[in-house]
């Protein structure tokens, strides 16, 4: 017996296949399975809309403080290769690079908590 998520159901209920790519929540809510919030993704795509690691000591998604440097250093993820944005004397600061680079990296999937 195959299971499915709720997500699939209302992708092959509604266009009557089954996706050959992930289903991204557009809004981040996994149980918010309205067909118009549901969009098709690739892994990586999927990956980018993802919110902040619960292990995130910093509160910023791409920030963390570097001990070395004594200040908020701001990354990326883009393809998997890491890109550093620069280190800043505040968290808001970093945060702002990482949030400019989302955008430019990430489009329509840049997610920003």
């Known amino acids: 017996m195959k299971v499915y998520y709720g997500h699939i159901l209302a992708w092959i209920y509604t266009y009557g ?30 990956a980018r809309h993802s919110k902040r690691p619960v292990n995130n000591t910093s509160g910023y998604k791409g920030v963390s403080w570097n001990k070395r440097l004594n200040k908020w250093v701001a990354n990326i993820s ?34 920003f908590d």
């Open 17 to 46: 296949e089954i996706p050959t790519f992930d289903i991204d929540h557009i809004d981040g809510n996994p149980s918010n399975n309205r067909i118009d919030n549901l969009r098709l993704s690739t892994k990586g795509e999927n």
């Open 78 to 111: 883009v393809d998997r290769k890491g890109i550093y944005l620069g280190s800043f004397k505040y968290g808001h600061d970093a945060y702002f690079a990482y949030c400019v680079a989302a955008i430019k990296y990430h489009g329509d999937f840049a997610k």
